[in-house]
C-alpha cells in the first residue's frame, strides 16, 4: 500500500489538498491494516486520515529547501523509465 505515497516536497506546482489526502490515506490504511474499515471503525479511521492530512499539509509548509523545484512531469517520465527496466528485465 505505501509504494502508492509519492514525495509532496518541492514541486512547482505545490502539493494539492488532494494529493496530501490521498497520502494520508494510504499511511493510515498502512498503519491500521485496513482499506476499509468497519462500521465501527470508520469514524475513527475518517478522523485519523484528516489528522494525518492536516500534519502533512503544515510539514509541507513549514519545509525549507535551496533546491530548485521538480517538474511533476520530469519526474513522472523518469519513474516510468525506472519502471520499465525493472519489469522489462523480469519478463
Known amino acids: 500500500m505505501c509504494r502508492n505515497i509519492r514525495p509532496l516536497n518541492n514541486f ?3 502539493a494539492t489538498p488532494d494529493e496530501v489526502r490521498a497520502a494520508a490515506l494510504q499511511y493510515v ?3 491500521s491494516g485496513m482499506t476499509k474499515p468497519s462500521a465501527a471503525n470508520h ?3 475518517d ?8 500534519v502533512t499539509a503544515r ?8 533546491a530548485p523545484p ?8 523518469k519513474a516510468r523509465a525506472r519502471s520499465a527496466e525493472r ?3 523480469a519478463g
Open 43 to 45: 469514524a475513527a479511521f
Open 70 to 77: 521538480k517538474d511533476r512531469e520530469v519526474e513522472a517520465a
Open 12 to 14: 512547482a506546482p505545490p
Open 59 to 66: 510539514l509541507l509548509d513549514a519545509l525549507v529547501t535551496t
Open 29 to 31: 490504511r498502512k498503519v
Open 87 to 89: 519489469y522489462g528485465r
Open 47 to 54: 478522523t485519523a486520515v484528516e489528522e494525518v492530512a492536516d
